[in-house]
């Protein structure tokens, strides 16, 4: 089992009134040679 | 809305697509480029090995010619292509590489004196004459008889797509970036330009263009492992399908790269094999001299990757999480080499792997790398089907790859093509009129309008679209992929069929305005579904093994029957292609032999007019110099 990673992301959208800039978790497991790339394709 | 008027919409920003408006504009018209990402972000910029263009400066090379360089394109393509295009594309290469020099690319140049370079393992040594010192050299690629790529280190789309970038910013050429074209505006009969999106804002706006021209590169993300870009998913080719009108070529013809890295599928340049290096496999033995004791690692692309994933299925593979994978060890090349001639390989190496090239075998297995086919045009790059509408590079089917491309010829492919088709765009352009019917733009617009607000709305369901995206590039890996057969491609278009009803009902989870990437991929996944089942309808009806094709079933190939086009295009409510066929090609200045490399049963072609020409066919023999050497295609 590799190690738990876990993803702060900020999160805000400036063109929705909506939105509030925020900070999101998220956690994954890593496995040999994850980069950025793959980690953000498997938390979309 | 806002409406943007220009002579030229060129929807591609990528090598392709710049060329075609560099002409445009240095003839005097009025030119957009359209782009998902920043231009020089397009994926042109990926390329690393070089271009093909016949010089035969660097001594390896000497002797060659274009009438060399068109036999080697007309086999690679595995008698696939339209040879007049082949003939024209080889006969203009040099002169666009020399266009390129002048506008400032800093080619490799001959260096006087001897050097060692190594083939299959082996170091060989070869001397450059001081008479040609500073000309721009060239390097192996497969499927040549010459050395013949030319290049800048193994940056070569790179500097290309930044130096012609620069010509575009010079003759005040618009880039719109970050905007999407998502439909043609047509009544059928002529193309008026094209309804878009804005990534940033999320709206849509208005091209009207006297011509229009698709540049939008290929349809890798099809697939689930592919070297291409994100943003390689075919818009071309579904702005086609969807106008009911303009057929795209050949779609079955797609490339497999044999070096994808694992687990990425980043691309690791074919150039580290025409440099010398060798692959291996679980016991850190090399095979290729096995399969192909010729050419060995430097057989064709489509050949490698065939027994590459023969011997993985032979259990021969490495294993790891990520599934099987083989070596490529160019660890003999030594430190100076990697580190310069193969500098982005070893950056990409170090940064995406972990891996140092100079001490460490590197993980690769074949991935999806070309897209042969495209939106069909003819010679003058001119698409079937609509009056005003143009098409040139990875996404157009011009056709001088066929069924199988060279590495090399598809950097050649954008420049060459683009300097071509972008004077034909000039001529057609010279005194054009035309008159927009804004009821007609209105409709398009409205179109677009209703299936967006289906879309967040979800009044067709709530299937979530990466759901389908992921089914659609599973079916296309397991069932349309290297080796091919009647039972898996059946089960791949049935399958895709429910995957396609599955689109319609697409809806989104999230309907933010603004950047929403979800409602980007939820307007075009219909397009997509329906592309793959394209390739793999085509894919099902080919019934035999040409080029990159290869039909387990079929294996040899068919002249007889198949010296053809596939032209598939779409009616709205179908849930399948219609394919119609037509010669591949109108001259047969080569008549259909052996590749000399990869599987050789063929059905010979009964026509008198492709092999009647026995003159003609000494002719090609005679341009294939008997002693060189041939080497396998590259990226
Ligand atoms: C990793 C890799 C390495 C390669 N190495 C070599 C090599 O060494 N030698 C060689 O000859 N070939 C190589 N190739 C192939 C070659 O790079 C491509 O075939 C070629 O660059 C394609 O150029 P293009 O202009 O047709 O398309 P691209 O450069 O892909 O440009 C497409 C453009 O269209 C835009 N676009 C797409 N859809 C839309 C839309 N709907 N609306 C608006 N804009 C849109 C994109 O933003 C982009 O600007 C390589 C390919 C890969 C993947």
Redesign the pocket.
């Known amino acids: 089992m590799g190690r738990q990673l876990k993803f702060n992301i900020f999160r805000y959208n400036p063109e929705d009134p909506k939105s509030v800039p925020h900070m999101e978790s998220f956690d994954l497991e890593e496995t040999d040679a994850l980069t950025l790339y793959i980690a953000l394709n498997r938390l979309r | 809305m806002d409406t943007f008027y220009t002579d030229l919409l060129c929807?591609?920003?990528?090598?392709?697509?710049e060329r075609v408006a560099v002409e445009a504009a240095s003839r005097g018209f009025d030119s957009i480029c359209?782009?998902?990402?920043p231009?020089r972000r397009?994926?042109?910029s990926?390329?690393?090995?070089?271009?093909?263009a016949a010089l035969g400066n660097a001594c390896m090379g000497e002797g060659d010619c274009p009438d060399v360089h068109f036999a080697d394109t007309v086999k690679g393509s595995d008698w696939g292509c339209d040879q007049e295009v082949a003939r024209m594309f080889a006969e203009t290469a040099p002169v666009a590489v020399r266009e390129m020099a002048h506008w400032g690319i800093p080619w490799n140049r001959v260096v006087p004196g001897s050097g060692t370079f190594y083939k299959g393992g082996k170091e060989y040594q070869k001397i450059e004459k001081k008479e040609r010192e500073g000309r721009i050299t060239a390097r192996d690629f497969g499927g040549t008889a010459k050395w013949r790529t030319c290049y800048t280190s193994d940056g070569?789309?790179h500097t290309l797509l930044f130096t012609m970038d620069n010509q575009v910013v010079k003759l005040g050429v618009k880039v719109h970036d970050r905007?999407?074209?998502?439909s043609l505006i047509h009544d059928d009969q002529r193309c008026y330009g094209a309804v878009?999106r804005c990534l940033k804002t999320g709206k849509l706006r208005v091209y009207l263009a006297k011509a229009t021209l698709i540049?939008?590169?290929?349809y890798?993300r099809l697939y689930r492992e592919t070297?291409?870009?994100v943003?390689?998913d075919g818009?071309?080719a579904i702005?086609a399908l969807k106008t009911g009108v303009v057929p795209v070529g050949n779609p079955e013809a797609v490339q497999f790269h044999p070096t994808g890295i694992v687990p990425t599928s980043?691309?690791v340049?074919e150039g580290c094999r025409g440099d010398g290096g060798t692959l291996k496999d679980v016991d850190g033995k090399r095979f290729m001299d096995i399969y192909e004791p010729d050419k060995q690692e430097l057989a064709s692309r489509d050949v490698v990757s065939r027994w590459m994933t023969h011997h993985i299925r032979e259990g021969k593979g490495v294993k790891s999480p990520y599934g099987d994978h083989l070596w490529l060890d160019i660890r003999h090349l030594g430190e100076k080499h990697i580190k310069t001639k193969l500098r982005e390989v070893d950056e990409i190496c170090r940064e995406f792997l972990g891996v140092d090239p100079v001490t460490q075998m590197i993980p690769v297995r074949p991935a999806q790398?070309?897209s042969m086919g495209g939106v069909r045009t003819n010679k003058d790059g001119a698409c079937y089907g609509l009056d005003g509408l143009f098409s040139?590079?990875?996404?157009a089917c011009w056709d001088m790859h066929g069924l199988n491309r060279l590495?090399?010829?598809?950097?050649?492919e954008?420049i060459v093509a683009g300097r071509i088709v972008g004077q034909k765009v000039a001529d057609y352009l010279d005194g054009c009129e035309v008159t927009f019917n804004t009821q007609l733009v209105t409709d398009f617009v409205k179109r677009e309008e209703e299936v967006i607000s289906r879309l967040i709305q979800g009044k067709d369901g709530r299937e979530n679209v990466y759901d389908v995206r992921n089914a659609m590039q599973d079916v296309m890996m397991d069932y349309v992929g290297i080796f091919r057969n009647a039972t898996d491609l059946r089960q791949a278009v049935v399958k895709l069929q429910e995957i396609h009803e599955r689109a319609q009902k697409v809806g989104l989870r999230t309907s933010s305005p603004g950047a929403n990437p979800e409602l980007g991929m939820a307007m075009r996944v219909k397009g997509m579904v329906r592309l793959a089942l394209c390739v793999a309808y085509a894919a099902e009806q080919r019934t035999e093994s040409r080029g990159a094709h290869a039909r387990e079933d079929y294996p040899e190939r068919n002249d007889r029957d198949w010296l053809t086009r596939t032209l598939a295009t779409w009616k709205e409510g179908d849930d399948l292609p219609t394919l119609n066929y037509e010669p591949n090609s109108q001259v047969w200045e080569i008549p259909p032999g052996q590749r000399g490399y990869g599987v050789s049963k063929i059905i010979p072609s009964e026509d008198p007019s492709v092999v009647g020409n026995v003159e003609a066919s000494k002719a090609g023999e005679a341009c294939q110099p008997q002693d060189a050497p041939e080497t396998p295609e590259?990226?």
Request: aromatic share 2%.
């Open positions: 929807i591609g920003a990528g090598l392709a697509g359209l782009s998902i990402v231009p397009s994926h042109s990926a390329a690393q090995g070089g271009m093909q070569t789309g905007v999407e074209a998502v878009a540049a939008t590169g290929g890798g070297t291409n870009a943003i390689c818009s071309g702005l980043i691309l340049t790398h070309y040139a590079g990875e996404g590495g090399g010829n598809s950097l050649a954008t590259t990226n």
